[in-house]
């Protein structure tokens, strides 16, 4: 059996059960199994360019010492600390979820938008799409101005999610939307049955994407 590593490059352990939650309920496929683990050391959340540059060496050392249980690594944080490092360090295949989301979106020809943390990581996910020439499609972001934290256990979370929601979908006429956090992860499927339009939670769709390549 194929095996699939999803790194949580936080502390908050919150998150990544919220994660792996996520899917569970979305029937994973039974020839590649999935772990989820939490980076011991790392910051409560990555949420400034200070977390990202900390936590990138810990992210490669994790991916070191694992390479030999897993076939495929999940860098579990939209910021992809660490991804470039890694998959010019590495030969296994290593996924960024921000990478791979606006790839999927992309592939589809659906322009997106995003809903990220707070406004002080915009630009930074601006000039990260940029760098990879994959804006085409990319209409623009609104912020929830909330921590990682808040992202996963604030009950008010999921209605700051559908204002900010609406207001891309009305103002930008976005197609999907992107959920700038793995912290976002479980209100997916309601925010998407609320909103109507296409919901993607990147980690999910970046284990998809995993599982499609090692099994095709």
Not at 4 to 13: A, E, G, K, Q
Not at 40 to 66: H, M, Q, R, W
Not at 71 to 91: M, R
Not at 133 to 142: A, C, F, T, V
């Amino acid at each position: 059996m194929h095996k699939i590593l999803v790194i949580n490059p936080n502390s908050n352990v919150l998150v990544t059960e919220k994660m792996q939650d996520s899917f569970d309920n979305h029937s994973p496929n039974g020839s590649v199994g999935v772990d989820f683990i939490t980076l011991s050391g790392a910051p409560f959340g990555i949420e400034t360019d200070a977390d990202i540059k900390f936590v990138e060496p810990l992210i490669i050392n994790k991916i070191s010492d694992e390479l030999g249980e897993y076939d495929a690594f999940v860098i579990a944080c939209y910021s992809d600390p660490g991804l470039n490092e890694a998959t010019q360090t590495f030969k296994k295949p290593i996924y960024g979820i921000h990478e791979t989301s606006v790839k999927f979106c992309t592939k589809l020809r659906h322009n997106f938008g995003v809903i990220a943390l707070g406004d002080e990581s915009i630009q930074r996910h601006i000039n990260y799409i940029k760098g990879l020439n994959l804006e085409s499609y990319y209409i623009g972001e609104n912020a929830l101005n909330i921590s990682v934290n808040e992202a996963v256990s604030d009950k008010s979370t999921f209605s700051k999610i559908i204002i900010s929601g609406r207001d891309l979908i009305e103002k930008q006429r976005v197609e999907m939307i992107i959920l700038g956090c793995a912290g976002l992860a479980k209100h997916r499927a309601a925010v998407e049955r609320e909103l109507g339009v296409k919901v993607i939670d990147p980690v999910q769709t970046s284990v998809e994407v995993a599982v499609d390549n090692l099994i095709n």
